[in-house]
């Protein structure tokens, strides 16, 4: 949903402040890898209940998460290893943190209630796994209501407001569990047309098949 114009309004920020991390001498795996630390520490905090501290670190996870592709960029060291980094190291935070959340659960909180930061990761899981398996395919799969920035901004305001932070998990998951249903039916819907557009994922992965292909014809010619 933060996707297109608003992403495009944030980049007028985060790319000189990329530029500028660069020179102070910040690699963007670097700020991947701390981004992961201190998503070590907010899931810590959360399990043991102190939220404000939680918040805090979650805010700095974002700002790791915001500006390594910026930095990225600015070096002119993008790649599709630190992409695949990048990308790990998410699915990595999102289960620290979403397993603090459970352990917070199970210590303050009776029943099954424990299930629910479950419930939300799977859910998130089948998003990622959607995006990327129709990217592979060639088909664009962006946007929805609930994709990782919102959920972030979502735990992050049910850390503030500690007495909605049950309530704000069950919109979490029906916002997550609605995103995962409306991409699963515009990807569909996609992939039925005769022609369908394809991502630069996609253009990527045509265009390495077709050239194995050339290579593989000269070889038997």
């Known amino acids: ?125 089948l998003i990622s796994y959607q995006r990327s398996k129709a990217e592979s395919l060639g088909l664009a799969a962006k946007g929805g209501l609930m994709e990782r920035a919102e959920r972030m901004i979502l735990l992050g305001i049910g850390l503030i407001a500690k007495p909605a932070f049950i309530p704000i998990l069950w919109v979490m998951l029906v916002l997550t569990a609605l995103t995962a249903a409306g991409r699963f039916y515009r990807i569909w819907q996609i992939a039925a047309s005769p022609e369908p557009p394809i991502s630069q994922a996609g253009r990527i992965h045509h265009h390495s098949r077709g050239l194995r292909r050339g290579v593989s014809r000269t070889a038997r010619r």
């Open 1 to 125: 949903m933060l996707d297109g114009n608003f992403r495009k309004s944030v980049e007028t920020v985060t790319l000189p402040t990329g530029r500028w991390l660069v020179r102070i001498g910040f690699s963007a795996d670097a700020l991947t890898f701390s981004g992961l630390v201190f998503s070590m520490a907010t899931a810590w905090m959360i399990a043991l209940g102190h939220f404000w501290i939680a918040i805090v670190l979650l805010t700095l996870t974002g700002f790791h998460d915001l500006f390594d592709g910026p930095v990225a960029k600015a070096s002119k060291r993008a790649s599709q290893r630190g992409a695949f980094f990048d990308s790990v190291c998410d699915r990595i935070t999102d289960s620290l943190i979403l397993g603090g959340v459970a352990y917070y659960l199970t210590a303050h909180h009776h029943g099954q209630l424990v299930m629910l930061p479950f419930a939300i990761l799977t859910t998130t899981y």
